[in-house]
């Protein structure tokens, strides 16, 4: 089993930023990829961006290309997600996922944390 539990999320202007944090514990040694996703009320959760936990290769939704940056520190067990340049569209409860195969679908998630940008 794998606990994630998001923290970071608030209230931010247009084209402000917000950093979020994923910290996990647990059985992390069994992590292969660590993501982050979205989801608005009346909206299927949407892939946001992802990171294989040892590798540090990372994967990105083309929205927020150029604007977000995940990363790790393997050290702490923590994933980010910085966020810049914010837009309105960018309001959604943002959960971390993890999994532990390289293809399927992500196994344990976390609560998810809101994040709203006002205009």
């Known amino acids: 089993q794998v606990q994630l539990v998001e923290s970071g999320g608030g209230l931010v202007q247009a084209g402000g930023s917000l950093r979020l944090s994923c910290a996990a514990s647990?059985?992390?040694?069994?992590?292969?990829?660590m993501g982050w996703f979205r989801q608005t009320a009346g909206k299927e959760r949407e892939f946001v961006a992802s990171?294989?936990?040892?590798?540090?290769?990372?994967y990105y939704a083309d929205s927020v290309k150029g604007r977000f940056t995940i990363s790790s520190d393997n050290a702490k067990n923590t994933v980010y997600l910085q966020m810049n340049s914010l837009k309105p569209e960018d309001t959604a409860v943002y959960y971390c996922?993890?999994?532990?195969?390289?293809?399927?679908?992500?196994?344990?998630w976390g609560q998810g944390t809101q994040v709203t940008v006002s205009s």
């Open positions: 996922a993890s999994k532990t195969v390289f293809v399927g679908p992500y196994n344990y």
């Open positions: 647990g059985r992390t040694s069994s992590s292969v990829f």
């Open positions: 990171i294989r936990w040892n590798g540090g290769s990372t």
